[in-house]
């Protein structure tokens, strides 16, 4: 396909060249998708085989559980949840979806950092906690995400 302009200079597309990108931006796709649902499929097997095995009252990596574990798992979810909208969208519209993700990844580990693991003080359950935070953050990812997926498909980016 050609698009020509006046002077004689012509731009060429071509057909086969924008296959080649789209099918490098679904490997991506896939990816996002294995690696959230692999998240998922560990952290089930680690909270009902690994933590407590065979009744006993101690859990095995306990010192990670809430603080490392169980907020990966919980933001794994909703990114798995997103991911499979991703595949119905153009290449422009992913590619700008997984900046905000990336961004979103990065203030939502920022902020869990600065969290305390445990509530404490006066407020009791009003404190934030890594838990709480990591939920709060999933959840608020989910209709941001599929909200600038809309947009953008809408705008024709």
Request: with cysteine; charged share 15%; hydrophobic share 50%.
């Amino acid at each position: 396909m050609e698009w020509g302009y006046g002077d004689g200079l012509c731009l060429t597309f071509s057909t086969d060249q924008y296959i080649i990108n789209m099918k490098k931006t679904y490997w991506w796709r896939i990816l996002s998708s294995f690696l959230g649902g692999i998240t998922i499929l560990v952290g089930w097997l680690y909270d009902s085989y690994i933590c407590f095995p065979n009744g006993s009252g101690e859990c095995v990596l306990d010192q990670f559980r809430l603080s490392i574990i169980y907020p990966v798992v919980l933001f794994s979810i909703s990114s798995f949840v997103v991911s499979t909208f991703l595949f119905f969208v153009r290449d422009e519209v992913f590619r700008k979806w997984l900046w905000l993700a990336l961004i979103w990844f990065g203030i939502t580990i920022f902020l869990i950092v600065l969290a305390p693991e445990y509530a404490e003080g006066i407020y009791g359950m009003m404190n934030p906690t890594k838990e709480t935070v990591s939920l709060g953050m999933s959840v608020l990812f989910i209709p941001v995400s599929l909200g600038k997926l809309l947009w953008d498909s809408k705008r024709k980016v």
